[in-house]
């Protein structure tokens, strides 16, 4: 399944309709989500029934794991696999809830209902709209996705309210991140992080004056178990940002707690399974890479360029195949440095190619050439198992 390619909502349909995995209750769901790093807004991997034909990016990964989980809720909530009626219940919640897709984008879906959750998902999944904020690296994923999964949950029990709740929930979340950085001694905290949790809000109305000291006073008998839960381990999340947790962090956190009237046994568990993702995952979660801008450059425009090999992998392996030459100097690159004259060549060859694909048509404007290098380096990738992700055998 490719979540970057038209198609995937069905293709997941056939997905879950062929799977044996279950979940006896939405606790169960919660679990396996955190090891994900999805209720965490941090987005790692998907769930683990979703085969991978291709390395999945952190747009993929988050995209991926809100269908499951809204699926899988609807599921527990109504006793109901049929898909499709999932696909219009949750159109319809998006609908309820003011959350839609660009006019130009429902001009080019069409009518069909699971082209329209494609791009429902997306619009929840990006913060940003801007193309070349997304090409080189400004745009990340939505930190606060979970917050969906709880309201489409309370939605299914009653439609009444649903926008308050998820207004409200919000409220609640930021101030904890708030409070819970500002915890920290001296500050020495990651802005980027606090950064990300604000511009993540998609329900609060007025996101520049949230903050304020009364919040605890508006937690206390307005959520269920497992809401006070997600709090819990964003709190902990938060706390753990910096792999470290002093005193006065901890005299917060367990303060919290108790506030959420969670036991110390329960606060420890929760710490202990964030340190455990935190250790196993450090490398991967994209807050706490320290990258310079030459880097952070290099690594999305990366990303970026690989999708596009993803998107058009059958073209380009067909046009690769009739371009001998070209393949030969390209692998001839990899043990031994090309002449300027076969550099000239594998750039003109390259450049033929992209002109005969529109959607690689980037390629060939003013500054296209520097991309050139990392899809050389990325042209391994065309192997048959990453093509057509989303076909439906």
């Known amino acids: 399944m490719n979540p970057s390619s038209s198609g995937w909502i069905d293709k997941f349909g056939h997905i879950v309709a062929n799977s044996n995995t279950t979940y006896s209750s939405f606790i169960d769901l919660y679990n396996d989500l955190c090891k994900t790093g999805f209720v965490y807004g941090i987005h790692i991997k998907w769930l683990d029934f979703i085969p991978i034909t291709h390395t999945p990016t952190e747009d993929e990964n988050a995209k991926a794991n809100l269908i499951s989980a809204l699926y899988y809720t609807y599921v527990l909530e109504y006793n109901d696999e049929n898909y499709n009626n999932f696909i219009l219940k949750v159109i319809y919640f998006y609908e309820m809830l003011g959350?839609?897709?660009?006019?130009?984008?429902?001009?080019?879906s069409g009518s069909k209902a699971s082209n329209k959750l494609e791009l429902l998902i997306r619009s929840r999944v990006f913060l940003e709209d801007n193309l070349i904020n997304k090409t080189f690296g400004s745009s990340v994923s939505n930190t606060l996705l979970f917050v969906d999964v709880l309201?489409?949950?309370?939605?299914?029990?009653?439609?009444?309210?649903?926008?308050?709740?998820?207004?409200?929930?919000?409220?609640?979340?930021i101030n904890l991140v708030h409070h819970t950085l500002n915890s920290k001694q001296q500050q020495k905290y990651d802005e980027r992080l606090s950064y990300l949790f604000i511009a993540s809000l998609s329900f609060l109305s007025d996101k520049e004056h949230h903050f304020d000291t009364n919040y605890k006073e508006r937690l206390v008998g307005k959520f269920s178990k497992i809401e006070y839960q997600f709090l819990m381990d964003i709190v902990c999340v938060t706390a753990w940002e910096d792999q470290t947790l002093d005193y006065i962090e901890s005299e917060f956190v367990f303060g919290i707690a108790n506030d959420l009237n969670f036991s110390e046994s329960e606060v420890k568990e929760s710490l202990e399974k964030v340190a455990v993702f935190f250790e196993k995952n450090a490398s991967k979660i994209p807050h706490l890479k320290d990258h310079n801008l030459a880097e952070k450059f290099?690594?999305?425009?990366?990303?970026?360029?690989?999708?596009?090999?993803?998107r058009n992998s059958k073209r380009l392996q067909k046009e690769l195949s009739e371009s001998k030459e070209l393949v030969a100097l390209i692998?001839?690159?990899?043990?031994?440095?090309?002449?300027?004259?076969?550099?000239?060549?594998?750039?003109?060859?390259?450049?033929?190619?992209?002109?005969?694909?529109?959607?690689l048509a980037i390629f060939i404007l003013p500054g296209g050439a520097i991309l050139l290098p990392i899809f050389i380096k990325l042209i391994p990738k065309l192997l048959p198992s990453s093509f057509d992700e989303n076909r439906i055998d």
């Not at 959350?99 to 080019?108: A, P």
């Open 99 to 108: 959350v839609n897709s660009s006019f130009f984008e429902k001009m080019l």
């Open 331 to 359: 692998s001839k690159s990899t043990t031994t440095n090309l002449s300027v004259e076969e550099k000239r060549k594998v750039q003109n060859q390259l450049l033929d190619i992209f002109k005969s694909i529109p959607s």
């Open 298 to 310: 290099y690594e999305n425009t990366s990303k970026f360029v690989n999708k596009l090999i993803l």
């Open 151 to 173: 309201v489409f949950k309370r939605f299914l029990k009653d439609e009444n309210k649903c926008k308050e709740y998820a207004e409200e929930i919000e409220y609640i979340l």
